[in-house]
């Protein structure tokens, strides 16, 4: 892992407005999906972002994507700005940056053969015009996700489900990105095949040298995938550390009850476990409580939680997280089936 | 709601200036005559052509024309006066609208209650006997030109030239104020007539959609509550299914009531669709502008209804 | 004492115009009173129609059933519609995987909820709605009396799966069918819903059947599960014993290809090969030998029943190979070997095919 950053993000911001008026729309309000979050993404590394419906992760990645443009902040990508790409250089910039969706069945088009759709990357940035060389290079590509070359000319529908994310990953290859967005790649897929994706997309990243950043809301597939793992909760990073430690220290509450909800195939582990149950829902990202988001539903949560927002920090144990009263090793423990015993 | 009721208002205004703007300049860029020498009678002079033009308003640059049309309408409600016979054009669009509304209204109730009956059967009844014949019976409806159909039903049923002298003939239409018995009588087989493809449109398009409901998630929660397989259709199945029937039924109600043309002239109903056919035919600018005019309003109106009427149906609509 | 639900050698089949699907094919469990029972596998293994079949939701006039589904003794394959209407949201009551779209988006909860009570319980509106409104609250959804008005599209995910299961039991059913009732949820939202029907349970001490894919699910709330493949049960346990002892290849299979929290980060994760059969053209022999990586030339044609296991009459599988064996391997798989060298291992000698 070289020690420049391939991905820097700071400041980031994404507000959806919402409008009300006669005939002049004025704004009354936004939805603060993503409100102010910094990380690095390092080359070759694969990072993990976690966290309930609404917290904002997959519009980081669509940011991230430029399939959206920030409020305010901004996203370097190789040390150059994203936003200030000219438009002529755009379409190199997307080259390097692709996605994988979570639905293997509509994100593919059901008329196209399957050699068509992971060609398509090559017809629109014209490379590998000759006919025989795109099937050439589609075909490799088949091969390196695990597909059967000779069905290049079948239809999607004759795939199945787990295929057809392989079908997903090929095309993603295609230009050979720098980095691969996977958004909840398989969560739509069965137990028995989900372990071929993921074994997988880590066996690609590992040989081609990809950056990964992974974005699911299981944390034991985020843990068996990443080297680094973020935690976002309404907008926010609330806990960012490598895997290792993330999951042998968690330091924020809502990492600890994330991780306290996974639930465990091992009945007597289970029985041992004193689970913590968060209560109530995600609260609206139109109207975020105040101070430290987290403190409607936190078990810790003292008067300062609502009075002063917490910093991102260096916290004991080697994570950085924003909390006022972190969870000791003792607390983990307690909640967390992969926290270090004390 | 009430702010977007209010700016819905608002865009209908807009559309029927839009409207007025492009039936005006349809009729003085391609005049099919001068309406002048129309009215000027069999043998005209000139001086008489000349002074009734100037009498008429026809002399002026178009613009000034259509300012002061637009004047008219805005300001007074007034609509001009026809060419032809020299009456307000309002005065006769106001005697014409009880026929067409009675035709309308009454055709709407028709197709619904068919529409709505045979649709769900089929729906539930799926490749039925029922089912098949009345498919096919609906792919007929809808192909039958509605002039051939009500040919065909006054000559089999009219009480003058029919084979069963069972219904009153063409031109038998009297007004409700004056007989309601014979106003209802007179007005069946036009019902009927007018009816028929749209209850075959509707029969297909409830079909459609009560099967794709009936295989939704909450249809089989319904089920699993103990339902009666009655309610379960009636009550959670056709809810969902109707939606695009009202809307559908809001918009073609709101055609209609700007004129049955076809109907209206083979049953000699002397409805707004005749008065539109007549004034198309004597180049009578001011009668097309109104009938034009009344005919948007009903469909820009009908289009708001429906909107409207959604947010009761759908309370996941939100304006 | 008999048990609550027995059903035996369940079959529904539904003759399509590809051929026959044989989505159940021959079932047999036992449920006693007040037990949870796990029923897990992958889309297609039969497990939904199954619990469907027994509540006579998947009749349909190309399916056909065969066997007995006996509920307090009463074979509810052959009552008449009118009696499983009376059973179904009464005595046994079921809840699915998305309650967004299960809840008719149209209605207030509160009304679909006192829908559920008056077509089983001779109630005025008035008292409906108190009921209604005692359940909302039994479930953890706060102001029930007010959410009580609302429409299923103004609740959050977790609070429509309360008002989904609020509705299931405003009855007081003895049996409750959970049809992955967790998986569209997030995380912290499913350990919620968990918590509740596991104190439900309890406090109105019904049986219930948990449906599902995921066998983290299951470990903490059930008590018995049995396996289904390609529409049959391949093995059937005790929890704590299907997951410390488990016999059949698939159910390893399941176990080691799902990544774990309680297992060291770089485990590697052991797919299993292939995937789900078509429920047409089942695979002959043992339905499970195309993906099974001790599969002998034998299994092809021959088919396994499900027959206890050794020394522990209430284990059942239905494999082929014999329990020596499948006790070494899965104590080689335990230690972290790879199917083909557990294979080498045990089966030493044997040609591989």
Not at chain 1, 249 to 275: F, M, N, Q, W
Not at chain 3, 194 to 202: C, P, S, Y
Request: proline share 7%.
């Amino acid at each position: 892992m070289s020690g420049e950053p391939l991905v820097e993000v700071r400041d980031l911001v994404k507000h959806f407005p919402i409008n009300r008026g006669i005939i002049l729309q004025k704004q009354v309000g936004a939805v603060h999906a993503v409100d102010g979050v910094s990380f690095d993404v390092m080359r070759g590394e694969s990072l993990g972002i976690v966290g309930e419906t609404g917290c904002g992760k997959s519009t980081t990645a669509r940011l991230l994507m430029r399939l959206l443009d920030p409020t305010s902040g901004v996203i370097r990508f190789e040390g150059k700005d994203v936003a200030k790409i000219p438009r002529r250089a755009f379409k190199p910039f997307r080259r390097e940056i692709q996605m994988i969706f979570q639905d293997p069945y509509s994100s593919l088009n059901p008329r196209k053969t399957v050699g068509a759709i992971i060609a398509e990357p090559f017809a629109i940035h014209g490379l590998n015009k000759g006919k025989g060389e795109r099937r050439r290079a589609v075909q490799e590509l088949m091969d390196l996700v695990g597909l059967n070359p000779e069905h290049y000319n079948r239809y999607p529908h004759e795939f199945s489900g787990g295929q057809r994310q392989r079908i997903g990953v090929a095309r993603a290859l295609a230009l050979q990105p720098k980095m691969i967005i996977a958004d909840e790649p398989v969560s739509a897929l069965d137990v028995s095949i989900q372990a071929q994706i993921l074994n997988l997309l880590r066996d690609l990243q590992r040989d081609l040298g990809l950056t990964l950043i992974l974005i699911a809301h299981d944390l034991s597939v985020v843990r068996h995938m990443c080297d680094r793992v973020a935690v976002m909760y309404l907008g926010k990073i609330v806990e960012i550390a490598d895997s290792d430690t993330l999951y042998r220290h968690p330091r924020h509450p809502y990492t600890g009850a994330l991780l306290s909800a996974v639930p465990v195939p091992d009945p007597e582990l289970a029985s041992r476990r004193r689970r913590q149950v968060l209560g109530g829902d995600v609260p609206s990202p139109t109207n975020p409580p105040p101070a430290c988001r987290f403190h409607p539903r936190c078990p810790k949560a003292q008067d300062l939680c609502h009075q002063q927002e917490p910093l991102l920090e260096q916290k004991p144990g080697g994570s950085v997280a924003a909390c006022h009263f972190p969870l000791s090793d003792a607390e983990a423990a307690e909640r967390v089936a992969t926290a270090e015993p004390v | 709601m009430t702010t977007y009721i209010i700016r819905r208002l608002l865009w209908v205004i807009v559309l029927l200036f839009f409207v007025s703007f492009i039936t005006f300049m349809i009729f003085y860029l391609f005049p099919s005559a001068d309406p002048a020498a129309l009215r000027a009678g069999r043998q005209p002079n000139p001086e008489l052509v000349e002074q009734i033009r100037h009498q008429l308003g026809l002399d002026k640059p178009w613009y000034v024309q259509y300012v002061d049309y637009m004047k008219g309408v805005f300001l007074h409600f007034d609509l001009g006066y026809s060419y032809q016979n020299n009456i307000s054009v309002k005065t006769q669009i106001f005697q014409r609208l009880p026929a067409t509304i009675s035709l309308a209204l009454g055709a709407a109730v028709v197709w619904l209650v068919i529409g709505i009956a045979v649709g769900t059967i089929s729906a539930v009844r799926r490749r039925s006997l029922f089912d098949r014949v009345s498919m096919t019976g609906a792919l007929v409806g809808i192909s039958a030109p509605v002039y051939w159909l009500g040919l065909l039903a006054l000559y089999l049923f009219a009480n003058d030239i029919g084979r069963f002298k069972i219904f009153p003939g063409s031109g038998s239409y009297v007004p409700i104020s004056q007989d309601p018995a014979k106003w209802f009588t007179s007005l069946i087989v036009p019902w009927f007539v007018l009816a028929a493809a749209f209850a075959a449109f509707y029969a297909r398009l409830l079909r459609s959609n009560l099967i794709d409901v009936m295989s939704e998630d909450y249809i089989r929660t319904a089920r699993a509550k103990g339902l009666s397989e009655r309610r379960v259709v009636l009550r959670h199945g056709i809810r969902s299914a109707i939606t695009p029937i009202v809307t559908a039924a809001g918009l073609d109600i709101g055609i209609l009531l700007g004129g049955a043309i076809l109907t209206e002239s083979v049953f000699n109903i002397p409805g707004i669709g005749r008065l539109a056919f007549d004034s198309i035919q004597n180049s009578d600018l001011p009668m097309i502008q109104g009938t034009v005019l009344f005919g948007a309003f009903f469909i820009v109106m009908a289009n708001l209804i429906v909107d409207i009427l959604y947010a009761f149906i759908d309370p996941r609509v939100r304006y | 004492m008999s048990p609550l639900l027995e059903v035996r050698d369940l079959r529904v089949h539904f003759d399509t115009e590809d051929g026959v699907v044989k989505a159940v094919d021959g079932v047999s469990f036992t449920l006693e009173k007040g037990k949870v029972l796990g029923i897990v596998g992958e889309s297609g293994s039969g497990k939904s129609v199954t619990m469907l079949t027994v509540m006579g939701l998947s009749r349909a006039s190309n399916a056909r059933i065969g066997g007995e589904a006996l509920f307090e003794g009463r074979n509810l394959l052959e009552a008449s519609n009118e009696e499983l209407r009376s059973v179904r949201g009464n005595d046994i009551s079921m809840i699915f995987q998305d309650p967004l779209s299960s809840l008719h988006p149209f209605y207030k909860v509160g009304a679909q909820l006192v829908e559920a009570i008056q077509a089983h319980q001779n109630l005025s509106r008035a008292q409906a709605r108190e009921r209604a409104i005692e359940f909302l609250g039994l479930v953890g959804i706060p102001d029930p009396r007010a959410r009580f008005d609302n429409y299923p599209h103004e609740f959050s995910g977790g609070m429509r799966q309360r008002a989904m299961i609020a509705m299931a039991l405003v009855n007081e059913p003895q049996l409750l069918i959970a049809d992955e009732p967790t998986t569209a949820l997030d995380v912290t939202v499913q350990a919620q819903i968990l918590e509740l029907i596991g104190r439900l349970k309890d406090e109105l001490g019904m049986a219930v059947i948990m449906i599902t894919h995921d066998l983290g699910v299951v470990a903490e709330v059930t008590d018995d599960i049995a396996v289904m493949y390609a529409g049959r049960i391949v093995e059937e346990a005790a929890t704590d014993e299907l997951f410390h002892a488990p016999e059949h290849p698939y159910t390893w299979g399941l176990l080691q290809s799902i990544p774990r929290l309680d297992r060291p980060r770089d485990e590697p994760l052991v797919p299993i090969p292939g995937r789900p059969p078509s429920l047409i053209n089942l695979p002959g022999g043992c339905s499970f030998h195309p993906r099974c990586p001790y599969v002998r030339e034998a299994h092809r044609r021959i088919e396994p029943k499900l027959a206890p296991v050794p020394d522990s009459p209430k284990h059942r599988v239905a494999c082929l190979l014999e329990s020596e064996t499948r006790k070494r391997l899965w104590q080689d798989l335990n230690a972290g070997k790879e199917p083909v060298e557990a294979r080498a291992d045990v089966m030493e000698g044997e040609e591989v095919t």
